[in-house]
């Protein structure tokens, strides 16, 4: 088992930023480099049951949500979105503050 854990870190270990930043990209003149959030993840197991027989399994994934690009054009590099992109990313966030915020309003109350 502890094999597999030591091939998967050697396969991901390079990974980082290429999941974060695209390669460049020209189009119609304007270098483009995509932007996204990228994360993944990796477990395995193994046991034995009642009897004494011994199994083991492993599993993993990733997801990648495109969160927009960096475009540039005659010398003016900006950041333009992809809204759907930020709106995955912002949900959570912004569920969790209000969750917080609510929380210590009521402790505030008290």
């Known amino acids: ?3 597999l854990v030591l091939e998967l ?3 991901v270990a390079g990974v980082g930023v290429k999941t974060s930043y695209g390669e460049i990209l020209d189009i119609d003149g304007a270098k483009v480099v995509p932007v996204a959030l990228g994360y993944y993840g990796f477990g395995a197991g193994s046991g034995s049951d009642a009897q004494g027989d011994e199994g083991g399994g492993g599993g993993g994934g990733g997801v990648s949500i495109p969160l927009g690009a960096y475009v540039g ?3 003016d590099v ?3 979105p992809n809204l ?3 709106l995955l990313v912002a949900t959570p966030l912004v569920w969790v503050t209000g969750k917080a915020l609510r929380m210590v309003i009521r402790a505030l109350k008290r």
């Open 84 to 86: 759907i992109g930020l």
């Open 9 to 11: 870190a050697e396969t």
């Open 1 to 3: 088992m502890a094999e």
């Open 78 to 80: 900006r950041f333009e």
């Open 73 to 75: 054009r005659g010398g």
